[in-house]
Nanobody, 125 residues
Framework: VQLQASGGGLVQPGGSLRLSCAAS????????LGWFRQAPGKERNFVAA???????YYAASVKGRFIISRDKANNVVYLQMNNLTPEDTAVYYC????????????????????WGQGTQVTVSS
């Protein structure tokens, strides 16, 4: 599975951005897809995920502000980010995991087999 993330940029606090991740390859429609982010000098952390059969998961820090959605026809997963704060500044990565992933594993980076190249999001005035 190949993943191509886009949509990052510079936004002011309180603003919004929408990230896109185009997925391609074998059985991509049956893959669980997630977003992670990594700030300078910090670990890569879970942001949100979409189960291939339905269902979404969010990190506590973004719940209520971010929305993950999936266009199954075109194999694209989106991350709508609202009410952004400087703490959201990071490189955002999309990732794909096998369809048998159990719920408790969605938040773990090592559960994902394929990664996109990342897109920078900077929240600053």
């Amino acid at each position: 599975v190949q993943l191509q993330a886009s949509g990052g940029g510079l936004v002011q606090p309180g603003g919004s951005l929408r990230l896109s991740c185009a997925a391609s390859g074998r059985s991509v429609r049956e893959r669980n897809l997630g977003w992670f982010r990594q700030a300078p000098g910090k670990e890569r952390n879970f942001v949100a995920a979409s189960r291939w059969s339905g269902g979404t998961y969010y990190a506590a820090s973004v719940k209520g502000r971010f929305i993950i959605s999936r266009d199954k026809a075109n194999n694209v997963v989106y991350l709508q980010m609202n009410n952004l704060t400087p703490e959201d500044t990071a490189v955002y990565y999309c990732a794909a995991a096998n369809p048998r992933l159990i719920t408790s594993s969605f938040h773990t980076a090592s559960s994902y087999d394929n990664w996109g190249q990342g897109t920078q999001v900077t929240v600053s005035s």
